[in-house]
């Protein structure tokens, strides 16, 4: 843990660049995953019978950040039209 990475109740709170809570975890090869965006109003649930406990928190990441890109890039794409 650090300044920009705390624990609150076993959930990680990452500060830097956006703010994502999230929380991972599983048993004999499956993993679960959920993780938020409080800033832009996004989460992401991950359940799967396959993987490994850092399979969740890579993939939700990429997922959500992926999602806040196109929302800004669509922001800005719509906003060159009015």
């Known amino acids: ?5 705390t624990q609150g109740l076993a ?4 500060r830097s660049p ?3 809570i999230e929380k991972n ?3 004999n090869n499956t993993t679960s995953y959920i993780g938020m ?3 832009e109003q996004l989460g992401v649930a991950i359940l799967s019978n396959r993987g490994s406990n850092n399979a ?3 993939i939700g990441r990429r997922i959500m950040l992926g999602l806040v890109a196109l929302s800004s890039t669509e922001a800005q794409r719509t ?3 009015n």
Do not use: F, K, N, Q
């Open 1 to 5: 843990m650090s300044r920009r990475v």
């Open 11 to 14: 959930w990680e709170v990452d």
């Open 18 to 20: 956006r703010l994502i």
């Open 25 to 27: 975890g599983g048993l």
């Open 37 to 39: 965006m409080p800033g």
């Open 56 to 58: 969740g928190p890579r």
């Open 79 to 81: 906003g060159a039209r």
